[in-house]
């Protein structure tokens, strides 16, 4: 069974702070996939990244970097100088090879970024 | 590009009535996805169809719930009769199919629609 766990339920950031969003999965699955979401108040869900669970290179997107670590099966998603317009519910998400995008998701962690 | 767009955006319906939930895709896309969060919960998956073809219904809770694509275009998905337990957001996903000579391993990112907010009092 695959299971993704987003311990922070909440967060609240000062505006040029940098924070860190945690994700830890299990899977048995020796090729996964492993996805953040962000759904703003407007209430969509958009695609973040997409990291495949053979490639642990860290990535980044201009404010956003996520973390990849396999030894403790973590997907940490940073973002760095944050902003009021982060603010969001942001969901990390795992999905099994040849499952066509079947998404087990985590509870989310709502970020609250304050002026 | 239109995005994957549902309606309605909210619905408020007593207890013991029907409500239908539409989803409309991206053009194109063959892959479409129903899933549904309770409040404060996960996400959580409930079915795929490509095309017109329910690929995977394993999600889906009971037979109050019934999903159809007919022409593997837009989707509905209903719920009858409806109870206090199916309040939650529904969202509509579609992705593409890989093409050939894609890895079969090739998981498209799925584009997520606003969300039906349904509300069962």
């Known amino acids: 069974a695959q299971k993704v766990t987003q311990a922070q339920t909440e967060i609240s950031v000062v505006e040029k702070e940098d924070v860190t969003l945690d994700c830890v999965y299990e899977t048995r699955d020796t090729t996964y996939y492993l996805f953040w979401y962000k759904q703003p108040p407007s209430g969509e869900l958009v695609f973040l990244i997409r990291r495949n669970s053979f490639d642990e290179q860290n990535e980044i997107s201009g404010r956003y970097s996520w973390n990849f670590q396999k030894s403790t099966s973590s997907f940490n998603f940073t973002i760095t100088a944050s902003q009021v317009v982060d603010s969001a519910v942001y969901f990390c998400a795992l999905s099994g090879r040849g499952t066509a995008s079947k998404l087990t998701f985590g509870t989310g962690t709502r970020l609250q970024v304050t002026l | 590009e239109a995005g994957v767009t549902q309606f309605p955006s909210h619905s408020v319906i007593e207890k013991g009535q029907t409500v239908t939930l539409r989803c409309d895709p991206i053009?194109?896309?063959?892959?479409l996805y129903w899933y549904r969060r309770v409040m404060g919960k996960e996400i959580k998956f409930l079915l795929h169809f490509v095309k017109e073809s329910k690929q995977d219904e394993s999600g889906m809770p009971n037979n109050r719930f019934l999903a159809e694509r007919t022409g593997g275009t837009y989707s509905t998905l209903k719920v009858q009769p409806a109870e206090l337990e199916d309040s939650g957001v529904y969202f509509c996903?579609?992705?593409?199919?890989?093409?050939?000579?894609?890895?079969?391993?090739?998981?498209?990112?799925?584009?997520f629609g606003n969300g039906t907010r349904l509300t069962v009092t």
């Open positions: 996903a579609s992705s593409q199919v890989p093409g050939q000579g894609a890895s079969l391993s090739y998981n498209s990112p799925l584009h």
């Open positions: 053009s194109g896309h063959d892959n």
